[in-house]
Each structure stands twice: as C-alpha cells, then as structure tokens.
C-alpha cells in the first residue's frame, strides 16, 4: 500500500499524466468473486493500476449498466447480456471475449456425504437452494439441470432462490436449505471439491455456462489492461484453479 | 392492470402485515403497559431493545436472523424440537423477522397513550372499586385508543416497506415469501419496468394514503407518539 502511494505520489510529482496507473471499477458475476479478487492481487502486483471489484448477479449489473452505472468493465456469467450491452452501444464490442466456462455443483456443507441427482429427491421436503433463474446464469443452468432431471414440478415447491449464487452459497453454507446448486468454484480448488460434499452435475444437463467480459469504458486504461491480463497465462492458471475450464477455439 | 405473480405477491404482503400486526398488538400492549408504568432499572434496558430496530440496518437484524433460524441455531433448536422444522425461507419466518422489525412502531404509540393518559383516571376507577384487570380493560384501553390506531397503521405499513430482512431470509418463494418489495426488485433487476412499475406506483399510492390517516383525520386529534415532524 505505501509503495502504492509512493509511486503515485512520484508519478504525480514527476509530472506524469495519471493515464499510466489508472484505477478501473469492474462488475463481477458473484461466481468469480474467489478468482477475480486473487486475479487483482497478481494484476496489480504486476502493473501500476488499480482495480476496485463490485460483486452481484449478472442481471443486476446489466440494468446498472443501461442506466449509467459507472463501471470501466463487466465480467459476466453469460455471454448474453454483454453481448447486448455491446449491441446496445454501453460497451466496447471488439472486446467481448470468453473468460471462463464455469460448472455447477449440487452442494451440501456437511462432509463426506455422496451426493447425487438422486439427493435432490431423497431430501424429501428439504429445501434446496438455487440462484435466480432470471437473474442468474448459474440459477438458469440449475433450472436446466432439474428440468433436464424430469424433476421440474417434483421439485416445484422446494426451490429457494438466492438474489445470485454467492446467496445460494450463503442458504446451504449456514445450513439454512440442507442442499444447493452452486458453482464449482465457490467450493472446490483444482476442480476438486474442498469443503462439504458435491455432485458435479454433468455439463450435458444444462448449457454450457460461457462466461464473457467486456470493457465498457474505453478510456480506462486499467479496464483495458486487466482484460488484457486475463488472457494470458498467469490469468488462466489461476482461473483454471477455482475450477473453470476454456475451449480455445471459442474466441 | 396486475399481472398474476403481482397480485400474488400483494396478497401474501397483506397476509405477513396482517399477521404481524395482530400479532405486535398482542406482544405490544403488555409491553408498552409495562414500560408506561414500571419504575424498575430494567425500563431503560427494555425500552432501549424495543427501539433497536429504529437504527439497526435491516442487514443486521437479517443477518442473526439467519443464524438463529437455522437449525443449528437456537430457534431452529426450537422448532425442530417442536417438529416444525427450519423456519428460514418460509411465512411464518417473515412473521417472526417482521415482529422484531415493526416492534418498535406499535409499542411507542401505545405506551405514549398510555403515559399521556396519567394515573388519574385509573385512581378514580379504583376509588369505585374497579380491580386491576377491569380498570385496564375498561378504562385504559378505551382512553389509549389513538395510540393503538396509530400503533396498528405504523406497524402494518412498517411492515409492508420491509425489504432488506426479507431479502435475506426470505428466499424468493412465490406466495410464500416474496412479498412486494422483493417482486419490484427482482423485476428491476430483470428490467420489466412495466411491471415493475404497477407495484411501485401502487405502494407510492399506498403509502401516502396511511400516511394521510395518520397526519391527517386522525392527526387533529393529537395521536401520540405521532408528533414526530409537526
């Protein structure tokens, strides 16, 4: 932090324009929260801007943007809604890229348990947690999963919904709803589930989870280096250790 | 006019605010019958938990809430042993939040009427032989009556603008707990103005007008506890 202030202070002194370290307010899908905080740590280790992360559902951020929420880039958990933003003239469309192909975790806090598709009606009366289906790509791709399941009316009554996925985390974490869909990221390390017990529901249940970002604000330099920086390698590395994946033929 | 989903939420807000003023006025009046009469070192104390709502975000009143209902939690504890189960994301979860939210709105009306009212007229009913259940019931009461229509108004509208609790034990349950505070977020959200913009306008019309009973007809009358910003 003071080397932080030093470097500005100098950069300041020296006459500089402020234009080399810049300081970018970026949107984040609740999912990615985990992976953008420790993405900024190593960004800025690395450059001399600053990035200040707000963390909600993508569909909250998408009504912010349209009308002028002050956000320099949006990491969402769709393609969908940057793709309108960018469509609707809000963001930079040559930048919207894929970040990340998230997963989606039937999750339980209690250990060593063996979960699966089953549990969900096992849990007899239980409440099980999912993000928003209209505001929340991961509560979308729970929906799919249920429905893809034949349990879609079964289940009817049972769906509490959490504002975005780190709500729906929160309801089975405390251990206010028994079971949950969350991502995979939110509990696991290297793929691997860390905490509780997990079913990684097959990817061919729901539509792939394609994660998108893009710059809103051109002039922000910041914005423009830290999608930059999650392009490259180091980026992956870490993005591939909350447990996404990427196909590198989809642009 | 109202989609189907809105009048549903309307409904069930009606239902909760209902519910929980009834209840208030049952828990209210012996309190604020208590805090208007006792001289015990406990009314500062008592006073000062019922009014804790006023200035307490609604996120920390949600957040323990939370904690307290699930079922490790000492009234999920409860209720388990009960056979009742969590009581987090269900109606009857809104009740109890609700009750502890608006608290403080039906209780300082009631217990100002009551302390506005003096130990005079009970003396005298107790002078032509009125025991103490009969002079509350009889006189108390009846001369308190402003303080408890303006309580129930307070309670009941506190209650339907309730949102930050709700939101966070609620759950988002169509006719269970998603009242219309939570349906005119998630619709924003969504970005369905139109609709959104039905509930919202309903609820500027809603409350203005509990708010002209309240300032208004019954205001000449000098509803205590209601003196606040006149």
Redesign the interface.
């Known amino acids: 932090m003071f080397t932080r202030v030093l470097s500005f202070s100098i950069l300041f002194a020296s006459g500089f324009a402020p234009a080399l370290a810049d300081e970018a307010r970026v949107a984040v899908a609740a999912n990615f929260s985990r992976s953008a905080e420790m993405l900024v740590e190593q960004f800025e280790l690395l450059q001399p801007h600053e990035i200040e992360l707000v963390f909600g559902s993508s569909a909250r951020f998408y009504a912010q943007v349209q009308n002028g929420a002050p956000f320099d880039a949006f990491l969402s958990a769709d393609r969908e809604k940057p793709q309108l933003l960018a469509e609707e003239g809000l963001a930079v469309a040559e930048s919207l890229r894929a970040y990340a192909i998230g997963r989606l975790v039937l999750w339980t806090a209690e250990p060593s348990l063996a979960i699966t598709g089953e549990s969900l009606t096992a849990n007899a009366g239980g409440k099980i947690a999912l993000a928003n289906p209209r505001l929340a790509p991961y509560g979308l791709a729970a929906r799919e999963a249920i429905d893809n399941l034949g349990l879609g009316e079964q289940l009817a009554d049972s769906l509490i919904m959490g504002e975005n996925i780190s709500q729906a985390y929160q309801f089975v974490a405390t251990g206010n709803a028994p079971l949950g869909f969350v991502a995979l990221s939110q509990v696991g390390r290297n793929g691997v589930i860390e905490q509780g017990s997990g079913w990684l529901v097959p990817a061919e249940l729901h539509s792939p989870i394609r994660q998108y970002a893009v710059l809103l604000n051109e002039e922000n330099a910041a914005a423009g280096a830290f999608l930059e920086f999650l392009r490259g390698p180091e980026a992956r590395r870490i993005i591939y250790s909350f447990g996404y994946t990427m196909d590198d033929a989809e642009p | 006019m109202f989609s189907p989903d809105n009048l549903q939420a309307i409904w069930l807000t009606l239902r909760l605010a209902t519910t929980a003023t009834l209840l208030l006025l049952l828990i209210g009046t012996p309190l604020a019958w208590w805090l208007s009469r006792t001289h015990s070192w406990l009314r500062g104390p008592v006073a000062a938990i019922v009014a804790l709502p006023l200035v307490l975000p609604p996120t920390v009143l949600g957040f323990y809430l939370?904690?307290a209902?699930?079922?490790?939690g000492p009234i999920?504890q409860l209720t388990g042993a009960l056979g009742l189960?969590?009581l987090?994301?269900t109606f009857e979860g809104l009740v109890i939040g609700s009750i502890l939210y608006s608290l403080p709105f039906v209780v300082q009306p009631i217990q100002n009427a009551f302390h506005a009212m003096g130990d005079g007229p009970l003396e005298v009913a107790a002078t032509f032989g009125a025991g103490p259940w009969r002079r509350f019931f009889t006189v108390a009461i009846p001369l308190a009556r402003p303080g408890f229509i303006s309580g129930s108004i307070l309670g009941f509208a506190h209650t339907v603008g309730e949102f930050g609790v709700v939101?966070m034990i609620g759950?988002?349950?169509p006719g269970e707990t998603r009242v219309v505070s939570v349906q005119i977020?998630?619709q924003?959200?969504?970005?369905q103005f139109g609709e959104a913009h039905w509930l919202a306008g309903a609820m500027v019309v809603f409350s203005f007008l509990v708010l002209l009973v309240v300032y208004g007809s019954i205001g000449r009358h000098a509803i205590p506890g209601m003196r606040f910003g006149s």
Not at chain 2, 69 to 72: K, Y
């Open positions: 939370l904690l209902l699930a079922p490790a999920g189960g969590s987090a994301f939101l759950g988002n349950i977020y998630e924003v959200e969504a970005l």
